[in-house]
């Protein structure tokens, strides 16, 4: 059976289908409503484009996914019957769970689009496989990677998605310590254990513009060296490099651009940050023919620094504020599963390169 990262990245998909159908997860209760009742409940009389959308869209990946795995794993017979089912039985199960949850309002509407959507996404997947896109991606999969490309390949793309929700310092992903010290002093609070806690300056400044420049050009090296672990050919990895840094700057206006209105989507450039990403792309084109194994180590090292130096800056207090106002971003986010990924992204990039460096020490 061919392996096949499009099985990893289903399961992503119906991750974040579960964590934004169930949020806020609080506040379960019994409504004396059974919980079929949506199936047969009256059409919703308010509804939004948006509403119709965001319900096609959201399963549309799923769907494809599923079909990619079924048709990469010699079972594309029944892809789009067997991908549609399984995005109808998550439908169902998600739709019906919302019944105790008093925050969200199931709708027959919503399951409809819903089963819609995977459908969609399913039926492009096999439409893609008769026309020998998944073939031809297949054989530039085998040119551009090595054998074992899952794990990066996965870790590549998902690291524009985390890049979507607001962050101190444009590709800072993995602020995480100021948010854990607060989490354990409200979990101690008020027991011994409380003064066992490091105690964080209370006026903590913005980083310096040489800290920032540092931190925004190994947040661009970074999944570069990622990329260079599996890419083959040093001209690939320069192509690689070059659309790694359009997508980051893409998704980071992006993410502006959601938080805080379309006409600021550009503010986030500044002369450190700019100087940051014009300097870390030129150290990837650099560095496009280092040795896998010697690039996978100068990540890791490169990781250590980077996050070192940007668990130095503060959350911004107000990212909070302004997505609680801003329901587009709030859905595009996955109501805060986004910001998990940008938290977790980096530290599951180290586990993987250690991983790899070594088994490459192991192989030599």
Not at 107 to 126: E, I, K, Y
Request: hydrophobic share 55%; proline share 6%.
């Amino acid at each position: 059976m061919q392996k096949t990262s499009a099985w990893p990245l289903a399961l992503s998909c119906i991750g974040l289908i579960m964590y934004a159908s169930l949020y806020p997860f609080s506040d379960w209760r019994d409504q004396n409503v059974a919980p079929w009742a949506f199936l047969v409940a009256p059409w919703p009389r308010y509804w939004t484009g948006f509403d119709v959308g965001a319900n096609i869209l959201g399963y549309v990946p799923a769907g494809f996914f599923l079909a990619l795995t079924a048709c990469r794993t010699g079972r594309g017979r029944n892809a789009v019957l067997g991908a549609t089912l399984v995005c109808l039985l998550l439908s169902m199960c998600m739709e019906t769970v919302q019944i105790y949850l008093p925050a969200r309002v199931p709708s027959n509407l919503d399951f409809g689009l819903n089963v819609l959507g995977g459908w969609l996404g399913a039926l492009s997947a096999t439409w893609l496989e008769r026309l020998g896109a998944l073939a031809r991606w297949g054989r530039i999969r085998a040119r551009w990677f090595v054998a074992e490309a899952r794990g990066a390949l996965v870790l590549l793309a998902l690291w524009p998605v985390a890049l979507l929700f607001p962050l101190a310092v444009p590709l800072g992903l993995g602020q995480v310590i100021e948010r854990t010290l607060s989490m354990l002093e409200a979990v101690f609070e008020n027991t011994p254990f409380q003064q066992w806690l490091p105690v964080r300056g209370g006026d903590a400044q913005w980083l310096l513009p040489p800290v920032e420049f540092f931190c925004v050009a190994l947040g661009l090296v970074i999944p570069c060296l990622l990329g260079f672990c599996i890419v083959r050919a040093w001209g690939r990895r320069a192509v690689l490099a070059l659309g790694t840094a359009g997508i980051g700057i893409a998704m980071t206006s992006l993410s502006a651009a959601l938080t805080y209105g379309p006409q600021h989507a550009w503010e986030w450039v500044h002369p450190p940050v700019l100087a940051g990403l014009v300097s870390g792309l030129v150290l990837s084109l650099v560095l496009v023919k280092i040795p896998h194994r010697a690039g996978a180590a100068l990540a890791l090292l490169a990781m250590g620094m980077y996050l070192t130096l940007l668990n130095q800056a503060p959350a911004d207090p107000y990212f909070t504020q302004t997505l609680q106002t801003w329901e587009q971003g709030r859905f595009i986010r996955f109501h805060g599963l986004v910001q998990w990924l940008g938290w977790v992204w980096p530290y599951a990039v180290a586990v993987y390169l250690l991983q790899h460096v070594w088994q490459a020490g192991g192989k030599n």
